[in-house]
């Protein structure tokens, strides 16, 4: 079964088992031998059996009263417009599906002609796949429900296998000061710990964010190296309100990290059964925190049982099922 895949990235090709920024869409296109197309540029996608189109969000910006695309103009317009999905078919007799990119929510920032445009888009696709089972319900009172599947966020360890992790008392939390990531939240749980906090740096980093006392930031680092600074940590809290593919819950798991986050998301629920809290309950948060700091009994158990699930329910096999599916 020959696959493609369709993103916003420019390169054309496969991904090595090697890929050293071995992100989760980067995961799919390994564990489907796909190739990889740029989605503005589909005119080489031919004699494939399906296709699976991670689409551009567009940037925006957000506000609690509603948002604005930056400059006025959403960079996807014009693949909204061009009728992407009948020119696959037209091009190839072939599967097309969508795969969900961020909260599924995100489309309804465009402006309103742009969001007609985009459900008129998912509604052509055969089959849409959703990062949650909490996500579901969503696409499946949109659009036909026996079209909506799940499709987990996945890892692939070649590189990180020999990596061990040392547990140093110290927490990292998953996201910066912005809404998008409750990184707000997750450092008043964090600081229940009375360590070290750390935050990984992106986009969404505010301006003085690095003034704040006692916490601490990782460069930008490809996956590889991000996994190797993981690994040294004990303790992990990602109270980020998005539902979207969950990597960070997923990542801790893997090195046995017990993380207190989202219980919408899927890896969350899955690897950290224990864990997993209503985002606003921050009362729960803080008791979980102290009760993985105090009682090393459940500590030890968090830490076993999400490693375990990792190894259950994400594992190598179960990946290639999901996005190989028949």
């Not at 695309?69 to 097309?96: F, K, M, T, Y």
């Amino acid at each position: 079964m020959k696959i493609a895949f369709l993103t916003e990235m420019s390169f054309e090709g496969k991904i090595p088992e090697t890929h050293r920024n071995m992100r989760t869409e980067f995961a799919w296109m390994f564990y489907s031998n796909a190739d990889h197309f740029c989605i503005r540029n589909i005119k080489n996608v031919k004699e494939y059996d399906k296709v699976f189109i991670i689409f551009p969000k567009g940037r925006v910006y957000l506000s609690a009263e509603g948002s604005t695309i930056l400059e006025g103009h959403n960079p996807s317009s014009e693949l909204l417009d061009i009728g992407l999905v009948e020119q696959l078919r037209r091009q190839s007799n072939l599967e097309v599906n969508y795969i969900q990119e961020g909260p599924h929510w995100w489309f309804t920032d465009y402006e309103v002609l742009d969001q007609i445009r985009f459900y008129n888009f998912v509604s052509e696709c055969d089959f849409i796949f959703a990062h949650n089972e909490s996500d579901t319900s969503y696409y499946r009172g949109l659009f036909s429900p026996e079209k909506v599947r799940t499709l987990p966020t996945m890892m692939v360890d070649k590189l990180i296998q020999d990596i061990q992790p040392t547990g140093e008392n110290k927490v990292i939390i998953g996201g910066n000061f912005a809404r998008w990531y409750g990184g707000f939240e997750s450092y008043i749980v964090a600081s229940e710990f009375n360590l070290p906090i750390w935050a990984q740096t992106s986009h969404a980093m505010r301006k003085n964010e690095k003034d704040i006392e006692g916490l601490f930031h990782l460069p930008r680092l490809e996956w590889v190296d991000w996994m190797k600074e993981l690994s040294k940590f004990k303790f992990a809290v990602h109270l980020m309100p998005t539902v979207a593919a969950g990597t960070f819950s997923l990542n801790c798991a893997y090195f046995g990290i017990p993380c207190i986050g989202n219980e919408k998301v899927d890896t969350q629920r899955i690897c950290h059964p224990k864990l997993s809290v209503d985002v606003d309950n921050i009362e729960t948060a803080k008791n979980l925190a102290k009760r993985l700091k105090e009682d090393s009994e459940f500590y030890q158990e968090c830490s076993i049982l999400c490693k375990q699930n990792y190894h259950k329910h994400y594992n190598m096999e179960i990946c290639k099922d999901k996005i190989n599916y028949k």
